[in-house]
Protein backbone atom coordinates (compact mmCIF):
# COMPACT_ATOMS: atom_id res chain seq x y z
CA UNK A 1 0.00 0.00 0.00
CA UNK A 2 1.60 3.20 -1.12
CA UNK A 3 1.68 6.33 1.95
CA UNK A 4 1.01 9.26 0.66
CA UNK A 5 2.36 12.39 2.38
CA UNK A 6 1.46 15.96 2.66
CA UNK A 7 3.58 18.67 3.28
CA UNK A 8 2.97 20.85 6.43
CA UNK A 9 0.38 23.79 5.92
CA UNK A 10 2.78 26.04 6.37
CA UNK A 11 6.32 26.96 4.80
CA UNK A 12 9.70 27.77 7.01
CA UNK A 13 9.94 31.78 7.21
CA UNK A 14 6.17 32.80 7.04
CA UNK A 15 5.28 35.38 9.19
CA UNK A 16 2.27 35.98 11.20
CA UNK A 17 0.99 37.87 14.09
CA UNK A 18 1.46 35.87 17.49
CA UNK A 19 -0.14 36.26 20.51
CA UNK A 20 0.16 34.50 23.88
CA UNK A 21 -3.09 35.04 25.88
CA UNK A 22 -4.89 38.36 25.87
CA UNK A 23 -1.84 40.00 25.87
CA UNK A 24 -0.72 42.53 23.07
CA UNK A 25 0.01 40.63 19.51
CA UNK A 26 4.07 40.09 18.36
CA UNK A 27 5.40 39.80 14.87
CA UNK A 28 6.65 36.26 14.83
CA UNK A 29 8.12 33.70 11.97
CA UNK A 30 8.30 29.83 11.26
CA UNK A 31 11.75 28.54 11.91
CA UNK A 32 11.63 24.70 12.13
CA UNK A 33 8.82 22.36 11.42
CA UNK A 34 8.57 19.35 13.45
CA UNK A 35 6.98 16.24 11.80
CA UNK A 36 6.56 12.90 14.05
CA UNK A 37 5.69 9.65 12.42
CA UNK A 38 4.73 6.49 13.79
CA UNK A 39 5.99 3.21 12.55
CA UNK A 40 3.91 2.47 9.48
CA UNK A 41 4.91 5.96 8.30
CA UNK A 42 2.07 7.99 8.47
CA UNK A 43 2.80 11.42 10.02
CA UNK A 44 0.72 11.93 13.32
CA UNK A 45 1.80 15.16 14.03
CA UNK A 46 3.44 18.57 12.87
CA UNK A 47 4.67 21.24 15.53
CA UNK A 48 5.99 24.63 14.45
CA UNK A 49 9.00 25.80 16.37
CA UNK A 50 8.35 30.11 16.45
CA UNK A 51 10.76 32.99 17.18
CA UNK A 52 9.54 36.34 18.26
CA UNK A 53 10.91 39.05 20.30
CA UNK A 54 10.24 39.91 23.73
CA UNK A 55 11.80 41.95 26.34
CA UNK A 56 14.90 42.40 23.46
CA UNK A 57 15.20 38.86 23.60
CA UNK A 58 14.47 36.37 20.99
CA UNK A 59 12.10 33.14 22.17
CA UNK A 60 11.31 30.09 20.36
CA UNK A 61 8.45 28.34 21.26
CA UNK A 62 6.31 25.41 19.98
CA UNK A 63 2.64 25.88 18.64
CA UNK A 64 0.32 23.64 16.85
CA UNK A 65 -0.76 23.90 13.06
CA UNK A 66 -4.35 26.22 14.77
CA UNK A 67 -2.64 28.95 16.35
CA UNK A 68 -0.90 29.62 13.15
CA UNK A 69 -4.15 29.39 11.44
CA UNK A 70 -5.81 31.61 13.86
CA UNK A 71 -3.40 34.25 13.44
CA UNK A 72 -3.07 34.35 10.00
CA UNK A 73 -7.37 34.44 9.77
CA UNK A 74 -7.57 37.28 12.17
CA UNK A 75 -5.23 39.65 10.20
Do not use: W
Not at 57 to 67: E, H, N, P
Request: glycine fraction near 6%; include cysteine.
Amino acid sequence: MKRTHNPPRFAIGQAFEFRAGKKESRPARIVDILQTYDSVGDRVDVVYVIEYAFCAQMIKARVGDTTIAKALASA
